[in-house]
């Protein structure tokens, strides 16, 4: 029985990594209303969630790809691969709309700078602090 | 036609993707150079240009409007799939700078929420995501 299931779940390795991260957004989302009232956005927790899934698949397999190292899963490395990757960002650029960025105005501009900047700095800091 | 928005944003990135490599070759960086970005610049143009001659449908925009709604579904999968383990054999670097950039840009969301006061919340996706993102890339 169980066999079957993975058989099928294998043959659609695509399909079930949407079903999985759904269902990973669905209960990031639940835990975002629930424990942090709002606070903390669902898909930064749906993020940590894919990241400590990455260290169970790795620790698991020995392999190198986190969780798309487990055949069950193998559909993940296909959505999370650079193909689909830079298809979604690009997409991203569509829903930008001029006048909604004027909006933001200038303290949008120097939050979006900043969010970017700070995080390298702090890593070029750690790297430069531990040799 | 939704394939139209599809298509466009298909040939919007493959075009990018070619021009990047391209440039890649003539800086001779044997990389994608700015791929993305040209990507992203080419589908702003194509849209502002469909506009004005009316040729945009709401159908159109629903096709190019479902992979950016993907995005974040995309990049959970790919955290899925970070060398996570090998990260944190590497040492405690990786974790403090992820913790280090979370706190500082906490720090800044609080600071800059403190001086404006206006309506910020849009900020709050743009300001979260390059903070998950960094534990991924060590």
Request: with cysteine; net charge neutral.
């Given at each position: 029985?169980?066999?079957?299931?993975?058989?099928?779940?294998?043959?659609?390795?695509?399909?079930?990594?949407?079903?999985?991260?759904?269902?990973?957004?669905?209960?990031?989302?639940?835990?975002?209303?629930?424990?942090?009232?709002?606070?903390?956005?669902?898909?930064?927790?749906?993020?940590?969630?894919?990241?400590?899934?990455?260290?169970?698949?790795?620790t698991m397999t020995g392999?190198?790809?986190?969780?798309?190292?487990?055949?069950?899963?193998?559909?993940?490395?296909?959505?999370?691969?650079?193909?689909?990757?830079?298809?979604?960002?690009?997409?991203?650029?569509?829903?930008?709309?001029?006048?909604?960025?004027?909006?933001?105005?200038?303290?949008?501009?120097?939050?979006?700078?900043?969010?970017?900047?700070?995080?390298?700095?702090?890593?070029?800091?750690?790297?430069?602090?531990?040799? | 036609m939704i394939i139209y928005?599809?298509?466009?944003?298909?040939?919007?990135?493959?075009?990018?993707?070619?021009?990047?490599?391209?440039?890649?070759?003539?800086?001779?960086?044997?990389?994608?150079?700015?791929?993305?970005?040209?990507?992203?610049?080419?589908?702003?143009?194509?849209?502002?240009?469909?506009?004005?001659?009316?040729?945009?449908?709401?159908?159109?925009?629903?096709?190019?409007?479902?992979?950016?709604?993907?995005?974040?579904p995309v990049v959970v999968?790919?955290?899925?799939?970070?060398?996570?383990?090998?990260?944190?054999?590497?040492?405690?670097?990786?974790?403090?700078?992820?913790?280090?950039?979370?706190?500082?840009?906490?720090?800044?969301?609080?600071?800059?929420?403190?001086?404006?006061?206006?309506?910020?919340?849009?900020?709050?996706?743009?300001?979260?995501?390059?903070?998950?993102?960094?534990?991924?890339?060590?």
């Amino acid at each position: 029985m169980w066999d079957l299931i993975e058989k099928g779940l294998e043959h659609n390795g695509l399909v079930t990594a949407f079903a999985f991260v759904g269902v990973i957004m669905w209960v990031s989302v639940v835990l975002s209303k629930r424990l942090t009232f709002g606070r903390i956005h669902g898909s930064a927790i749906a993020i940590v969630i894919g990241l400590v899934l990455a260290w169970v698949g790795g620790t698991m397999t020995g392999g190198q790809k986190g969780l798309a190292d487990l055949t069950l899963f193998s559909g993940i490395g296909l959505m999370g691969g650079a193909m689909l990757r830079d298809f979604a960002i690009v997409a991203t650029a569509f829903e930008v709309q001029a006048t909604e960025a004027k909006k933001a105005g200038l303290i949008g501009v120097i939050a979006l700078l900043l969010g970017t900047v700070l995080p390298f700095i702090v890593g070029a800091c750690m790297a430069w602090a531990f040799g | 036609m939704i394939i139209y928005g599809v298509a466009l944003l298909a040939i919007c990135t493959l075009a990018g993707v070619i021009m990047g490599d391209m440039l890649g070759v003539l800086l001779g960086v044997k990389s994608n150079v700015g791929g993305v970005g040209i990507a992203m610049i080419l589908l702003i143009c194509a849209r502002l240009w469909m506009q004005k001659r009316g040729g945009m449908t709401k159908d159109c925009e629903m096709g190019v409007g479902f992979w950016g709604a993907m995005y974040i579904p995309v990049v959970v999968a790919m955290a899925a799939q970070q060398n996570v383990v090998t990260a944190l054999h590497g040492g405690p670097v990786a974790v403090l700078a992820a913790i280090g950039s979370v706190v500082v840009c906490g720090c800044t969301i609080a600071l800059i929420s403190r001086t404006h006061k206006g309506e910020p919340l849009p900020d709050e996706p743009t300001e979260i995501s390059p903070v998950g993102t960094p534990v991924g890339g060590r």
